[in-house]
C-alpha cells in the first residue's frame, strides 16, 4: 500500500511525524509532499529535523500569498504529483489552505483522502480554517478523529459511520515522544525565565490583523511584564504586524519563532500559556498547563471540558485572568492522547 502525505504549515509537521514512522514500521510505501506554505526555516526546516521526518520528497514551493492565490497554486502544482504517483491514500492533516487544497485536487483524480483531525468545528465561519475543515471533511472517505466529540459532529453533519475512525490524537504522540529532548535543551534556563513565565503565541488574523485590537492584547503583556517573565516567540504576521501598527512591546521579551522542543520546554514549565493556536491548547491539556485562548470560540472544546484550557476573547480581561490563574493537579489526559494515534491512524490506512 501507498500512502502520500500532503503537509505545507507548521502545525502540519507534529502531525505528519507519528503518522509516518506508525506507517514505516507497517511495512507502507510513503512519499511526503511540502507544500511550501511555510518556507522559512522557522517554521519548517527545523520542525522536519526536531520530529526526525526524512526531507520531504517533493516541494511544490508555493509560498505566501492571498488565500485565492495560495490554494490555486497548491492546486495547480499538485494535479500532475499525484497523477504520477496515484497513491493509494492521499492523507492531509489540520486545517490549513494546503490541506483543503490537496484534498479538491485528489478527490477529482479519483483518489482516496483521509483526514487527520476530522471533526472539529469552531462553528465560526469567519475562520478560515473552519472552512478548511468542513469542505476537507466532506470530500475526505476516511475521517480519522482526535476526540470522540468530532465522531458527534461528523455524525450529526451526516457523514456515514464507515467513515469515521477515532484515532485519538497525534499531537500528543510528537509530544509525549519529544519531552526528554524539550527538557534537554535547557532552553528556559539559557533565557533565564523562571517558573512564573508567562508564555504567549498570537497569529489568528482576527488578532492580530486588527491594530486596535493587537494593541489591547500588547497592553495586556506590557502589564503582566512587571509581575511576571512574558515570553513571546511571535510568528513572522505577528512581527510583521506589530512593526506595522507601530506597537512597542516594553518588557516582554519578543522573539523569532522557536523550535519545536524549545517550544515545549517553554509550555511545560510555564505558570500559564496564552494563546490563539489549536496546538497549543491542546498540549497545554496534556501537560497540566493553564492556558488562555483569545478568542471567542474553539474547535476544540475538549480542551476546556475534560482540560486547562479557558476562553479569554476581551483582551482587557486578559492580564486578570492570568493574575487569577492557580494550579491544579493535572487532569488525565483525555481518551486517546496516550502516544498510539499514529499507530491507530496507520492501522485505518492499511486495513482499507
Ligand atoms: C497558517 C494557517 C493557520 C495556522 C498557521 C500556523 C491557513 C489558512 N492558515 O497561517 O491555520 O495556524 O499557519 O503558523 O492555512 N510567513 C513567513 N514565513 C513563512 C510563512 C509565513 O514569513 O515561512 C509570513 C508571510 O508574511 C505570510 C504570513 O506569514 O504572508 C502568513 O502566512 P500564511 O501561510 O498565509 O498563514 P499563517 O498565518 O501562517
Redesign the pocket.
Known amino acids: 500500500m501507498k500512502l502520500l502525505h500532503v503537509v505545507?504549515?507548521?502545525?502540519n509537521f507534529p502531525k505528519l511525524a507519528p503518522v509516518h514512522r506508525a506507517a514505516v514500521q507497517a511495512g507502507l510505501v510513503q512519499t511526503v509532499v511540502h507544500t511550501g506554505?511555510?518556507?522559512?526555516d522557522?517554521?519548517?526546516g527545523a520542525f522536519f529535523r526536531d520530529l526526525g521526518i526524512p526531507q520531504p520528497d517533493v516541494d511544490l514551493g508555493v509560498g505566501?500569498?492571498s488565500?485565492a492565490v495560495?490554494t490555486a497554486r497548491i492546486i495547480e502544482r499538485i494535479e500532475p504529483v499525484l497523477e504520477r504517483e496515484r497513491p493509494d491514500w492521499v492523507v492531509v492533516y489540520?486545517?490549513?489552505?494546503?490541506?483543503m487544497a490537496a484534498a479538491i485536487v485528489a478527490v477529482k483524480l479519483g483518489l482516496r483522502v483521509a483526514h487527520v483531525e476530522a471533526g472539529l468545528r469552531s462553528r465560526d465561519w469567519s475562520m478560515?480554517?473552519e472552512i478548511?475543515r468542513i469542505v476537507t471533511d466532506r470530500l475526505a472517505s476516511l475521517l480519522l478523529t482526535p476526540s470522540r466529540d468530532a465522531d458527534a459532529t461528523l455524525r450529526a453533519e451526516g457523514e456515514p459511520e464507515s467513515e469515521i475512525v477515532f484515532v485519538g490524537n497525534v499531537m500528543i504522540d510528537s509530544l509525549l515522544h519529544a519531552l526528554p529532548m524539550a527538557r534537554a535543551s535547557g532552553f528556559r534556563a539559557k533565557l533565564g525565565v523562571d517558573g512564573k513565565a508567562v508564555v504567549v503565541t498570537l497569529?489568528?488574523?482576527s488578532n492580530v490583523d486588527e491594530p486596535r485590537r493587537l494593541a489591547g492584547i500588547a497592553d495586556a503583556l506590557r502589564d503582566l511584564a512587571r509581575d511576571y517573565a512574558v515570553v513571546f516567540p511571535a510568528?513572522?504576521?505577528t512581527q510583521?504586524r506589530l512593526r506595522d501598527a507601530g506597537i512597542d512591546m516594553g518588557a516582554v521579551k519578543l522573539m523569532e519563532p522557536v523550535a519545536y522542543a524549545e517550544m515545549l520546554d517553554l509550555v511545560q514549565g510555564a505558570h500559564v500559556v496564552v494563546t490563539d493556536?489549536?496546538g497549543l491548547q491542546e498540549e497545554t491539556t496534556a501537560l497540566g498547563v493553564p492556558c488562555l485562548t483569545v478568542r471567542e470560540n474553539t474547535e476544540r472544546p475538549i480542551t476546556i471540558t475534560e482540560g486547562t484550557n479557558q476562553l479569554v476573547p476581551d483582551p482587557a480581561a486578559l492580564a486578570a485572568a492570568v493574575r487569577s490563574v492557580r494550579r491544579t493537579p493535572a487532569p488525565p489526559r483525555p481518551e486517546g492522547w496516550d502516544g498510539k494515534a499514529g499507530e491507530r491512524v496507520a492501522h485505518a490506512l492499511a486495513a482499507r
Request: zero cysteines; hydrophobic letters at 15%.
Open positions: 505545507g504549515a507548521r502545525p506554505q511555510h518556507y522559512d522557522a517554521m519548517s505566501s500569498a488565500h495560495q489540520g486545517d490549513v489552505n494546503s490541506t478560515p480554517e478548511n497569529h489568528r488574523p510568528h513572522p504576521r510583521q493556536s489549536g
